[in-house]
C-alpha cells in the first residue's frame, strides 16, 4: 500500500514537472506569444449593447469548416483530433450570444423558442504561412525567420424569428495574426496581447481564435443586425436601482 501511494506521489510529481515545463518552453522567445487585429478594426465589448428585457429565445446551429472540410462528429471512431473545435465553438457562440443580454440558447424542442440562430464560419491557414512553414521546414538555416501564423476566415448569421422576421449578418473581421513581440507586422497590428496557454501547437491557436476574434465577429454579427432593425424589437432592460 506504502509503495502504490509513493508511485502515485510520483507520478503527481513528474505531471506537475511537465506542466511547469510545457508552460516554461512556451514562453521562450521563438514561440509566437501574442495576438492581434487588423489595423483599424472597431473591438465591440459585451457591455456596448443594450440588453433586453426578454430576451429573445432561440435555438442555436453552428456550422463549423476548416481548410474546406467540415468537423466530423459522427462516427465516434472517424472522429479527427480537431473534433472538440466543433463542439467548443457551438459552447463559445452561446456565451458571447447570450452575453450581449439579446438572447437565450434554448433547446430545439423549448416550447418558447421564438427563432433560430444559425452560424455558418469557415477558417483556414493564409497561403504565405503555408509556404513560410514549408520553407522553414525544408531548409532551417536558410530560414532563419520568425513565422507569423495568419488565419483567414468567414463568416454568415442568420437570425430567423417564428413571428416571420428574419435578420443577416456578415462580420468584417476576416484576418488573423499570432506572432512575436519583436515582429514587424504586429508594429502595424491593434490590439496586441499576450498569450496564457502552456502548450505551442494547433489548438492554442484555435483557442486564442475563439476567445478573441471569434467573439468579435459575434459581437459584430449581433451589432449589425440591431443596425438593421432586431434592436427594435426588444425592450430595454430596465436599469436596477
Request: charged letters at 30%.
Amino acid at each position: 500500500m506504502k509503495t502504490q501511494k509513493n508511485i502515485l506521489k510520483l507520478a503527481a510529481v513528474a505531471a506537475l514537472a511537465l506542466t511547469l515545463g510545457a508552460c516554461s518552453s512556451y514562453n521562450h522567445k521563438d514561440y509566437p506569444r501574442e495576438s492581434w487585429f487588423k489595423t483599424g478594426s472597431q473591438l465591440i465589448e459585451a457591455e456596448q449593447f443594450q440588453k433586453a428585457e426578454n430576451p429573445l429565445k432561440v435555438v442555436l446551429v453552428v456550422n463549423y469548416t476548416w481548410e474546406g472540410r467540415p468537423i466530423v462528429q459522427e462516427p465516434f471512431e472517424d472522429r479527427p483530433a480537431d473534433w472538440r473545435e466543433q463542439y467548443g465553438l457551438w459552447e463559445a457562440t452561446k456565451r458571447y450570444l447570450q452575453q450581449t443580454g439579446q438572447f437565450i440558447i434554448v433547446d430545439e424542442d423549448n416550447e418558447e423558442k421564438q427563432g433560430v440562430m444559425t452560424v455558418d464560419l469557415s477558417r483556414w491557414m493564409d497561403e504565405e504561412t503555408k509556404k513560410a512553414i514549408a520553407a522553414k521546414e525544408a531548409d532551417p538555416q536558410s530560414h532563419p525567420e520568425k513565422i507569423v501564423y495568419e488565419y483567414d476566415m468567414t463568416m454568415k448569421m442568420n437570425l430567423n424569428l417564428l413571428q416571420g422576421k428574419a435578420f443577416t449578418a456578415a462580420p468584417v473581421t476576416d484576418h488573423m495574426w499570432i506572432g512575436h513581440e519583436d515582429s514587424e507586422k504586429r508594429k502595424v497590428g491593434l490590439e496586441p496581447k499576450r498569450f496564457t496557454f502552456s502548450y505551442f501547437n494547433n489548438m492554442d491557436f484555435h483557442t486564442e481564435f475563439v476567445r478573441r476574434f471569434y467573439k468579435q465577429m459575434v459581437f459584430e454579427g449581433v451589432k449589425e443586425m440591431d443596425d438593421k432593425g432586431l434592436s427594435a424589437l426588444l425592450v430595454p432592460k430596465k436599469e436596477q436601482k
